[in-house]
Protein backbone atom coordinates (compact mmCIF):
# COMPACT_ATOMS: atom_id res chain seq x y z
CA UNK A 1 0.00 0.00 0.00
CA UNK A 2 1.36 3.37 -0.81
CA UNK A 3 2.54 5.85 2.04
CA UNK A 4 1.34 9.45 2.52
CA UNK A 5 4.20 11.99 3.98
CA UNK A 6 3.23 15.23 5.42
CA UNK A 7 4.89 17.82 7.30
CA UNK A 8 3.23 18.83 10.82
CA UNK A 9 4.55 20.51 13.81
CA UNK A 10 3.99 18.64 17.12
CA UNK A 11 4.00 20.32 20.55
CA UNK A 12 6.71 18.65 22.60
CA UNK A 13 4.78 19.56 25.92
CA UNK A 14 1.49 17.63 25.19
CA UNK A 15 1.72 16.02 22.10
CA UNK A 16 -0.90 18.80 20.34
CA UNK A 17 -0.23 18.38 16.18
CA UNK A 18 -0.47 21.54 14.70
CA UNK A 19 -0.25 21.97 10.60
CA UNK A 20 1.55 25.13 10.64
CA UNK A 21 3.93 26.31 13.25
CA UNK A 22 2.50 28.72 16.09
CA UNK A 23 3.86 30.56 19.00
CA UNK A 24 1.89 29.19 22.14
CA UNK A 25 0.04 25.57 21.95
CA UNK A 26 -4.06 24.95 22.94
CA UNK A 27 -1.63 23.66 26.62
CA UNK A 28 -0.45 27.01 27.17
CA UNK A 29 3.48 26.20 26.13
CA UNK A 30 5.20 28.83 24.42
CA UNK A 31 7.87 27.79 21.46
CA UNK A 32 7.31 24.12 21.81
CA UNK A 33 6.32 22.95 18.58
CA UNK A 34 8.76 21.06 16.05
CA UNK A 35 8.69 20.07 12.74
CA UNK A 36 8.30 16.46 12.23
CA UNK A 37 7.23 14.33 9.23
CA UNK A 38 4.87 11.61 9.35
CA UNK A 39 3.73 9.03 7.41
CA UNK A 40 0.07 8.33 7.07
CA UNK A 41 -0.84 4.76 6.19
CA UNK A 42 -4.16 4.29 3.98
CA UNK A 43 -6.56 2.56 6.64
CA UNK A 44 -7.40 -1.18 6.20
CA UNK A 45 -10.63 -1.74 4.55
CA UNK A 46 -11.14 -4.96 6.86
CA UNK A 47 -10.83 -2.21 10.28
CA UNK A 48 -9.11 -2.87 13.22
CA UNK A 49 -9.22 -6.09 13.00
CA UNK A 50 -7.73 -6.83 9.74
CA UNK A 51 -5.41 -9.28 9.23
CA UNK A 52 -2.47 -7.28 9.07
CA UNK A 53 -1.76 -6.59 12.39
CA UNK A 54 1.18 -8.26 14.21
CA UNK A 55 0.72 -11.46 16.11
CA UNK A 56 -2.98 -10.71 16.37
CA UNK A 57 -2.42 -7.43 18.07
CA UNK A 58 -5.16 -5.66 16.17
CA UNK A 59 -7.94 -8.06 17.31
CA UNK A 60 -11.61 -6.74 17.36
CA UNK A 61 -12.24 -6.92 21.75
CA UNK A 62 -15.67 -8.42 22.28
CA UNK A 63 -17.79 -6.38 24.64
CA UNK A 64 -18.24 -7.61 27.96
CA UNK A 65 -20.71 -6.78 30.72
CA UNK A 66 -19.40 -4.53 33.26
CA UNK A 67 -20.87 -6.59 35.87
CA UNK A 68 -19.05 -9.97 34.97
CA UNK A 69 -15.42 -7.48 35.20
CA UNK A 70 -13.16 -8.70 37.75
CA UNK A 71 -12.71 -5.33 40.67
CA UNK A 72 -10.17 -4.93 43.03
CA UNK A 73 -8.03 -7.67 43.06
CA UNK A 74 -4.88 -7.67 40.32
CA UNK A 75 -2.66 -10.04 39.27
CA UNK A 76 0.51 -9.17 40.97
CA UNK A 77 4.47 -9.80 39.88
CA UNK A 78 6.79 -9.78 43.09
CA UNK A 79 9.86 -8.00 41.86
CA UNK A 80 11.69 -9.39 45.44
CA UNK A 81 12.60 -5.87 46.81
CA UNK A 82 10.46 -5.02 49.93
CA UNK A 83 10.32 -1.06 49.35
CA UNK A 84 9.64 -1.27 44.93
CA UNK A 85 6.48 -3.22 45.83
CA UNK A 86 6.03 -0.67 48.24
CA UNK A 87 5.74 1.78 46.10
CA UNK A 88 3.78 -0.02 42.92
CA UNK A 89 1.07 -1.01 45.52
CA UNK A 90 1.89 -4.80 46.37
CA UNK A 91 3.77 -5.68 42.74
CA UNK A 92 3.90 -5.38 39.31
CA UNK A 93 0.39 -5.87 38.32
CA UNK A 94 0.15 -8.10 35.01
CA UNK A 95 -0.80 -6.23 31.63
CA UNK A 96 0.65 -2.89 33.03
CA UNK A 97 2.71 -0.23 31.32
CA UNK A 98 4.97 1.19 34.10
CA UNK A 99 7.61 4.29 33.92
CA UNK A 100 10.43 5.01 35.40
CA UNK A 101 12.52 8.05 35.46
CA UNK A 102 15.46 9.80 36.76
CA UNK A 103 18.51 11.64 36.15
CA UNK A 104 21.35 9.93 34.79
CA UNK A 105 23.53 7.96 37.29
CA UNK A 106 20.89 8.06 40.28
CA UNK A 107 19.95 4.30 39.44
CA UNK A 108 17.10 3.92 37.24
CA UNK A 109 18.69 1.07 35.60
CA UNK A 110 20.17 -0.88 38.56
CA UNK A 111 16.60 -1.62 40.40
CA UNK A 112 15.11 -2.42 37.07
CA UNK A 113 17.73 -5.48 36.13
CA UNK A 114 17.24 -6.14 39.79
CA UNK A 115 13.53 -6.58 39.62
CA UNK A 116 14.10 -8.26 36.58
CA UNK A 117 16.56 -10.89 37.75
CA UNK A 118 13.95 -11.56 40.68
CA UNK A 119 10.94 -11.64 38.59
CA UNK A 120 12.89 -14.28 35.99
CA UNK A 121 13.57 -15.90 39.00
CA UNK A 122 10.02 -16.63 39.94
CA UNK A 123 7.54 -16.33 36.82
CA UNK A 124 9.43 -17.32 34.10
CA UNK A 125 11.04 -15.65 30.66
CA UNK A 126 11.84 -12.07 31.10
CA UNK A 127 13.29 -10.08 28.45
CA UNK A 128 15.17 -6.54 28.85
CA UNK A 129 15.82 -4.41 25.81
CA UNK A 130 18.19 -1.92 26.16
CA UNK A 131 19.00 0.92 23.20
CA UNK A 132 21.80 2.81 24.54
CA UNK A 133 24.14 -0.04 26.76
CA UNK A 134 25.66 -3.17 24.95
CA UNK A 135 25.60 -6.50 26.37
CA UNK A 136 28.62 -6.45 28.46
CA UNK A 137 27.76 -2.95 30.39
CA UNK A 138 24.20 -4.58 31.33
CA UNK A 139 26.43 -8.39 32.30
CA UNK A 140 28.68 -6.23 34.36
CA UNK A 141 26.37 -4.47 35.92
CA UNK A 142 24.16 -7.64 36.69
CA UNK A 143 26.81 -9.37 38.04
CA UNK A 144 27.55 -6.75 40.38
CA UNK A 145 24.08 -6.78 41.71
CA UNK A 146 22.10 -9.94 41.35
CA UNK A 147 24.92 -12.56 42.39
CA UNK A 148 24.14 -15.62 40.17
CA UNK A 149 21.39 -14.06 36.83
CA UNK A 150 18.63 -16.93 36.34
CA UNK A 151 19.00 -18.95 32.77
CA UNK A 152 15.64 -17.02 31.73
CA UNK A 153 16.55 -13.17 31.97
CA UNK A 154 16.97 -12.72 28.38
CA UNK A 155 19.04 -9.50 26.61
CA UNK A 156 18.54 -7.64 23.53
CA UNK A 157 20.41 -4.67 22.10
CA UNK A 158 17.72 -3.08 19.45
CA UNK A 159 15.88 0.43 18.69
CA UNK A 160 13.83 -0.74 16.35
CA UNK A 161 10.17 -1.33 17.79
CA UNK A 162 9.21 -3.97 15.37
CA UNK A 163 11.84 -6.44 16.13
CA UNK A 164 11.89 -5.61 19.87
CA UNK A 165 8.11 -6.82 19.21
CA UNK A 166 8.21 -10.14 17.44
CA UNK A 167 11.22 -11.17 19.76
CA UNK A 168 8.51 -10.39 22.47
CA UNK A 169 6.53 -12.71 20.56
CA UNK A 170 8.63 -15.43 20.24
CA UNK A 171 9.35 -15.16 24.01
CA UNK A 172 6.61 -14.81 25.51
CA UNK A 173 8.27 -13.34 28.59
CA UNK A 174 6.67 -12.42 32.29
CA UNK A 175 7.96 -9.09 32.04
CA UNK A 176 9.14 -6.62 29.05
CA UNK A 177 11.73 -3.78 30.49
CA UNK A 178 12.77 -0.57 27.42
CA UNK A 179 16.01 0.81 28.59
CA UNK A 180 14.81 3.76 27.34
CA UNK A 181 11.72 4.75 25.28
CA UNK A 182 13.70 7.91 24.18
CA UNK A 183 16.53 5.18 22.07
CA UNK A 184 13.46 3.38 20.40
CA UNK A 185 12.00 4.01 17.13
CA UNK A 186 9.49 2.63 15.04
CA UNK A 187 10.11 2.27 10.57
CA UNK A 188 6.31 3.37 10.04
CA UNK A 189 7.43 7.24 11.01
CA UNK A 190 10.22 9.30 9.12
CA UNK A 191 11.38 11.41 12.50
CA UNK A 192 14.35 10.53 14.62
CA UNK A 193 14.81 8.57 17.76
CA UNK A 194 13.40 10.31 20.55
CA UNK A 195 11.11 12.89 18.62
CA UNK A 196 7.74 13.28 20.22
CA UNK A 197 5.99 11.06 17.10
CA UNK A 198 8.45 8.41 18.05
CA UNK A 199 8.20 8.50 21.74
CA UNK A 200 4.32 8.83 21.21
CA UNK A 201 4.26 5.97 18.75
CA UNK A 202 6.63 3.35 20.48
CA UNK A 203 4.87 4.02 23.77
CA UNK A 204 1.49 2.84 22.21
CA UNK A 205 2.64 -0.37 20.59
CA UNK A 206 4.02 -1.15 23.85
CA UNK A 207 0.61 -0.30 25.85
CA UNK A 208 -0.91 -2.62 23.12
CA UNK A 209 1.17 -5.58 23.27
CA UNK A 210 1.19 -5.41 27.62
CA UNK A 211 -2.84 -5.32 26.99
CA UNK A 212 -3.16 -7.81 24.69
CA UNK A 213 -0.35 -10.45 25.67
CA UNK A 214 -1.76 -9.95 29.86
CA UNK A 215 2.66 -8.54 30.20
CA UNK A 216 3.80 -6.16 32.25
CA UNK A 217 6.12 -3.59 30.63
CA UNK A 218 8.55 -1.46 32.45
CA UNK A 219 9.86 1.80 30.15
CA UNK A 220 12.81 3.48 31.02
CA UNK A 221 13.01 7.96 30.09
CA UNK A 222 15.31 10.41 30.65
CA UNK A 223 14.74 13.67 32.10
CA UNK A 224 15.72 16.94 31.33
CA UNK A 225 17.92 19.29 33.17
CA UNK A 226 15.05 21.14 34.91
CA UNK A 227 14.19 17.96 36.42
CA UNK A 228 11.18 16.89 34.15
CA UNK A 229 10.62 14.24 32.06
CA UNK A 230 11.76 14.23 28.52
CA UNK A 231 9.66 14.04 25.42
CA UNK A 232 6.08 14.30 25.44
CA UNK A 233 3.95 14.61 28.45
CA UNK A 234 1.05 12.72 26.37
CA UNK A 235 3.79 9.75 28.44
CA UNK A 236 2.23 10.34 31.59
CA UNK A 237 -1.52 9.85 30.30
CA UNK A 238 -0.98 6.40 28.64
CA UNK A 239 0.86 4.28 31.07
CA UNK A 240 -0.36 3.28 33.70
CA UNK A 241 1.73 4.43 36.68
CA UNK A 242 4.40 6.80 36.66
CA UNK A 243 7.26 6.23 39.39
CA UNK A 244 10.45 9.42 40.09
CA UNK A 245 13.89 8.49 41.20
CA UNK A 246 15.67 10.97 43.38
CA UNK A 247 18.80 11.42 45.16
CA UNK A 248 22.27 13.05 44.58
CA UNK A 249 24.51 11.54 42.81
CA UNK A 250 27.47 12.39 45.87
CA UNK A 251 25.11 10.46 48.43
CA UNK A 252 24.03 6.79 49.10
CA UNK A 253 19.77 7.88 49.93
CA UNK A 254 17.61 7.16 47.30
CA UNK A 255 14.41 7.62 47.28
CA UNK A 256 10.99 6.35 44.52
CA UNK A 257 8.10 7.94 44.57
CA UNK A 258 4.62 6.81 42.48
CA UNK A 259 3.29 10.22 40.93
CA UNK A 260 0.80 8.04 39.54
CA UNK A 261 -0.58 4.55 40.10
CA UNK A 262 -3.62 3.23 38.56
CA UNK A 263 -3.55 0.25 41.22
CA UNK A 264 -1.87 1.83 44.16
CA UNK A 265 -1.47 5.07 46.22
CA UNK A 266 0.65 7.86 44.46
CA UNK A 267 1.87 9.44 48.04
CA UNK A 268 3.94 6.19 48.94
CA UNK A 269 7.48 6.54 48.62
CA UNK A 270 10.31 3.83 48.85
CA UNK A 271 14.39 4.59 49.93
CA UNK A 272 17.21 2.83 49.18
CA UNK A 273 20.46 2.85 49.65
CA UNK A 274 23.38 2.66 46.78
CA UNK A 275 25.88 0.18 47.24
CA UNK A 276 28.86 -1.56 45.85
CA UNK A 277 26.27 -4.39 45.70
CA UNK A 278 23.32 -2.23 44.16
CA UNK A 279 20.26 -1.17 45.79
CA UNK A 280 19.83 -2.03 49.22
CA UNK A 281 16.25 -1.37 50.41
CA UNK A 282 16.06 0.87 53.75
CA UNK A 283 13.28 -0.57 55.95
CA UNK A 284 14.09 1.70 58.86
CA UNK A 285 13.92 4.91 56.98
CA UNK A 286 12.81 7.52 60.04
CA UNK A 287 16.42 6.24 61.57
CA UNK A 288 18.06 6.83 58.07
CA UNK A 289 16.54 10.73 57.82
CA UNK A 290 17.52 11.31 61.92
CA UNK A 291 21.19 9.88 61.48
CA UNK A 292 23.49 12.79 62.52
CA UNK A 293 21.32 15.01 64.12
CA UNK A 294 22.79 16.94 66.94
CA UNK A 295 20.55 17.55 70.28
CA UNK A 296 22.48 21.04 70.76
CA UNK A 297 22.45 22.17 67.26
CA UNK A 298 20.61 25.29 67.04
CA UNK A 299 17.86 25.64 64.48
CA UNK A 300 17.30 21.45 63.90
CA UNK A 301 14.01 20.22 64.73
CA UNK A 302 12.67 17.19 64.78
CA UNK A 303 9.22 16.74 62.59
CA UNK A 304 6.86 14.25 61.35
CA UNK A 305 4.66 13.06 57.73
CA UNK A 306 2.51 10.34 56.61
CA UNK A 307 3.53 9.48 53.59
CA UNK A 308 1.61 6.42 52.29
CA UNK A 309 1.02 3.45 54.36
CA UNK A 310 3.47 4.62 57.23
CA UNK A 311 5.03 7.77 59.31
CA UNK A 312 8.13 8.93 58.44
CA UNK A 313 10.09 10.87 61.29
CA UNK A 314 12.43 13.40 59.83
CA UNK A 315 15.13 16.20 60.33
CA UNK A 316 14.39 20.09 59.59
CA UNK A 317 17.02 22.57 59.66
CA UNK A 318 17.01 26.23 59.48
CA UNK A 319 19.22 29.21 59.66
CA UNK A 320 18.72 32.79 59.98
CA UNK A 321 21.47 35.17 59.35
CA UNK A 322 22.03 38.93 58.76
CA UNK A 323 21.75 40.27 55.50
CA UNK A 324 24.15 41.88 53.66
CA UNK A 325 22.82 44.05 50.91
CA UNK A 326 19.48 44.57 49.10
CA UNK A 327 15.89 42.46 50.20
CA UNK A 328 16.62 39.62 52.74
CA UNK A 329 16.68 36.06 50.87
CA UNK A 330 14.13 33.28 51.71
CA UNK A 331 14.91 29.76 50.23
CA UNK A 332 13.94 26.30 50.77
CA UNK A 333 14.79 22.96 50.14
CA UNK A 334 11.88 20.52 50.83
CA UNK A 335 9.34 23.01 51.82
CA UNK A 336 7.17 25.23 49.35
CA UNK A 337 8.42 28.59 49.08
CA UNK A 338 4.97 30.30 49.80
CA UNK A 339 4.26 28.20 52.73
CA UNK A 340 7.49 29.85 54.48
CA UNK A 341 6.88 32.83 53.80
CA UNK A 342 3.15 32.95 54.98
CA UNK A 343 5.22 30.99 58.46
CA UNK A 344 7.59 33.91 58.69
CA UNK A 345 4.94 36.33 58.41
CA UNK A 346 2.60 34.67 61.09
CA UNK A 347 6.08 34.62 63.07
CA UNK A 348 6.83 37.94 62.93
CA UNK A 349 3.42 38.87 63.70
CA UNK A 350 2.21 36.68 66.57
CA UNK A 351 5.48 35.69 67.98
CA UNK A 352 7.21 39.19 67.59
CA UNK A 353 10.03 37.53 65.40
CA UNK A 354 11.88 40.81 63.22
CA UNK A 355 13.21 38.95 60.12
CA UNK A 356 13.11 41.78 57.60
CA UNK A 357 16.71 42.34 57.74
CA UNK A 358 17.65 38.09 57.95
CA UNK A 359 18.17 35.62 54.98
CA UNK A 360 16.31 32.31 56.03
CA UNK A 361 17.01 28.99 54.83
CA UNK A 362 14.96 26.00 55.88
CA UNK A 363 16.28 22.51 54.20
CA UNK A 364 14.47 19.06 54.90
CA UNK A 365 17.65 16.63 55.46
CA UNK A 366 17.87 13.65 53.14
CA UNK A 367 16.21 15.32 49.66
CA UNK A 368 12.74 14.29 50.45
CA UNK A 369 10.16 16.72 49.67
CA UNK A 370 7.17 16.15 51.37
CA UNK A 371 3.61 17.33 50.86
CA UNK A 372 0.97 18.95 53.42
CA UNK A 373 0.90 20.78 56.19
CA UNK A 374 1.83 19.08 58.98
CA UNK A 375 5.53 20.27 59.64
CA UNK A 376 4.20 23.62 59.53
CA UNK A 377 5.12 24.02 63.11
CA UNK A 378 8.46 22.45 62.87
CA UNK A 379 9.73 25.05 60.33
CA UNK A 380 8.36 27.70 63.02
CA UNK A 381 10.39 26.42 65.89
CA UNK A 382 13.72 25.96 63.93
CA UNK A 383 13.33 29.07 62.38
CA UNK A 384 12.90 30.43 66.69
CA UNK A 385 15.72 28.23 67.84
CA UNK A 386 18.15 29.33 64.72
CA UNK A 387 17.30 33.16 65.41
CA UNK A 388 17.38 33.26 69.16
CA UNK A 389 20.06 30.54 69.48
CA UNK A 390 17.81 28.60 71.88
CA UNK A 391 18.74 24.56 70.68
CA UNK A 392 14.93 22.55 70.85
CA UNK A 393 16.85 19.43 71.58
CA UNK A 394 16.96 15.97 69.43
CA UNK A 395 14.41 14.32 72.18
CA UNK A 396 11.52 16.55 70.91
CA UNK A 397 9.21 16.21 67.60
CA UNK A 398 7.06 18.95 66.56
CA UNK A 399 4.13 18.62 64.45
CA UNK A 400 0.82 20.95 63.70
CA UNK A 401 -0.26 23.07 60.81
CA UNK A 402 -0.33 26.64 61.30
CA UNK A 403 -3.37 28.92 60.36
CA UNK A 404 -2.81 33.21 59.80
CA UNK A 405 -4.50 33.96 62.81
CA UNK A 406 -1.26 31.61 64.49
CA UNK A 407 -3.86 28.99 65.98
CA UNK A 408 -2.51 25.30 65.84
CA UNK A 409 -4.87 22.74 63.19
CA UNK A 410 -4.66 19.16 63.75
CA UNK A 411 -3.42 16.79 61.68
CA UNK A 412 -3.57 13.58 59.86
CA UNK A 413 -2.88 9.67 61.92
CA UNK A 414 -1.53 11.69 64.76
CA UNK A 415 -1.61 8.59 66.23
CA UNK A 416 0.79 6.77 64.04
CA UNK A 417 3.19 9.22 64.40
CA UNK A 418 3.38 9.04 67.65
CA UNK A 419 3.49 5.30 68.03
CA UNK A 420 6.44 5.64 65.51
CA UNK A 421 8.05 7.82 67.90
CA UNK A 422 8.00 5.74 70.71
CA UNK A 423 8.68 2.76 68.69
CA UNK A 424 12.20 4.59 67.85
CA UNK A 425 13.04 5.37 71.62
CA UNK A 426 14.71 7.87 71.22
CA UNK A 427 12.59 10.78 71.99
CA UNK A 428 10.56 11.83 75.33
CA UNK A 429 7.87 14.94 74.12
CA UNK A 430 6.22 15.36 71.36
CA UNK A 431 4.78 19.24 70.89
CA UNK A 432 1.62 18.81 68.72
CA UNK A 433 -2.12 20.72 68.39
CA UNK A 434 -3.81 19.86 71.84
CA UNK A 435 -7.03 18.71 69.88
CA UNK A 436 -4.81 15.39 68.66
CA UNK A 437 -2.64 15.27 72.21
CA UNK A 438 -6.85 15.66 73.61
CA UNK A 439 -7.71 11.97 71.53
CA UNK A 440 -4.58 10.19 72.32
CA UNK A 441 -4.28 8.08 75.89
CA UNK A 442 -1.84 5.01 74.99
CA UNK A 443 1.26 6.64 74.30
CA UNK A 444 3.94 4.41 75.28
CA UNK A 445 6.31 4.85 78.26
CA UNK A 446 8.63 7.67 78.28
CA UNK A 447 6.96 10.00 75.81
CA UNK A 448 4.94 12.89 76.74
CA UNK A 449 2.60 14.69 74.71
CA UNK A 450 2.39 18.67 74.84
CA UNK A 451 -0.68 20.20 73.43
CA UNK A 452 -0.71 23.31 72.32
CA UNK A 453 -3.29 25.60 70.85
CA UNK A 454 -1.29 28.42 69.02
CA UNK A 455 2.42 28.87 67.98
CA UNK A 456 2.80 31.50 70.61
CA UNK A 457 2.43 28.19 73.25
CA UNK A 458 4.50 25.98 71.21
CA UNK A 459 7.30 28.95 71.88
CA UNK A 460 6.48 29.00 75.11
CA UNK A 461 6.93 24.67 75.23
CA UNK A 462 10.52 25.19 74.35
Not at 12 to 35: L, R, Y
Not at 119 to 147: F, T, W
Not at 308 to 321: D, K, V, W
Request: aromatic residues 4%; charged residues 20%; hydrophobic residues 40%.
Amino acid sequence: MAKKSETVFVCQECGHESPKWAGQCICGAWNSFVEEKQIHLPQDPRGAGGQGGRGGLSAVAAPVKLGDVKSGAYDRLDTGISEFNRVLGGGIVKGSLSLISGEPGVGKSTIIIEAAAGIARLYGNVLYVSGEESGEQIKMRADRVCGELPENLYLLSETTMEHVLDAAEKLAPALLVIDSIQTMYSGSLESAPGSVSQVRACTGELMRYGKHKNTPVFIVAHVTKAGELAGPRIIEHLVDCVLQFSGERSQELRIIRASKNRFGTTSEIGAFEMGEAGLVSVENISQSFLEGMDGAAEGAVATAIYEGTRPLILELQALTAPANVGFARRAAIGVESARLNMILAVLERKAGLSLIDRDVYVNVVGGLKPEGTSMDLAVALAIYSSHKNIPVGAKTIAIGEISLTGELRTVRYAERIVKEAARLGSFTRVIMPKKNAGRLTDVGAGLKLIGVSSLSEALAAL
